[in-house]
């Protein structure tokens, strides 16, 4: 019960610096773009992993999978579009965006792909479950891997700190508005709700800040 309560608590307030984080949005080492593009990697894997699972995805992936089951395009194709759409509203917003952000739009629409055509939905309950859990611990991982490169933010994340930025309220109101608008989008266009939808919602944020922790600890001891 302690561990699971020094979970649920997270020390990590801030993004470590690491010996990848790049300088500028546009200027990076290679070590930076391997570890970015792996980053991604891992994280689309993630997601496949959840959308195969079939307990409910992401709310932006249910919007991806409504746009899907309406045009028939691969699911692979609509993330993608989804990606491109949340950066039109960065127009607007002058949101300024990075190498990072454009990478964010390619290498993990690619390897969700990859993934969702490569593994099957297992057929009990409690792998599915665990194929859930499974996929948000992934996610989490090349999450914390993709933001240590601060090369910029996702297309979904720049039209959250945009959106912050310009309507001046709390970000947690901001993001909560923008994942329940897309999820309520996709759902009705034909995307899947469902338990792991609510597990994501509410372990994302610790997963990440566990990994952020980790790597925070990892670069203080290589110092």
């Known amino acids: 019960m302690t561990s699971l309560a020094q979970f649920l608590t997270p020390r990590t307030r801030a993004v470590p610096r690491t010996a990848w984080s790049a300088d500028g949005l546009w200027r990076a080492r290679w070590s930076t773009l391997v570890v970015l593009v792996v980053a991604l990697a891992i994280f689309g894997c993630g997601e ?19 746009i899907t089951h309406q045009t028939r395009w691969p699911i692979g194709v609509t993330t993608l579009l989804c990606s491109g759409l949340a ?4 127009i607007p917003l002058r949101q ?8 964010n739009a390619l290498v993990i629409p690619l390897f969700l792909q ?10 009990n309950f409690g792998a599915r479950f665990g194929m ?13 891997g993709y933001i240590t490169c601060a090369m910029g933010p996702g297309p979904r994340d720049g039209l959250m700190t945009g959106l912050q930025r310009q309507l001046q309220r709390p970000i947690a109101y901001v993001r909560l508005g923008i994942e329940v608008a897309v999820m309520s989008l996709g759902w009705l266009m034909g995307g899947r709700v469902g338990i792991a939808t609510a597990l994501f919602a509410f372990l994302i944020g610790h997963v990440l800040a566990y990994y952020l922790g980790g790597l925070s600890r990892l670069t203080r001891s290589a110092r």
Request: hydrophobic share 50%.
């Open 96 to 103: 300024p965006l990075g190498l990072g952000t454009i990478a």
């Open 48 to 66: 496949g992993l959840l959308i195969q699972a079939q307990l409910g995805a992401t709310p932006w992936t249910v919007l991806a999978q409504g």
């Open 87 to 90: 950066m039109i509203g960065w």
């Open 132 to 144: 859930s859990l499974a996929g948000i611990a992934v996610m989490g991982l090349g999450g914390a």
């Open 114 to 123: 990859i993934t969702t055509t490569t593994l099957s939905t297992p057929g």
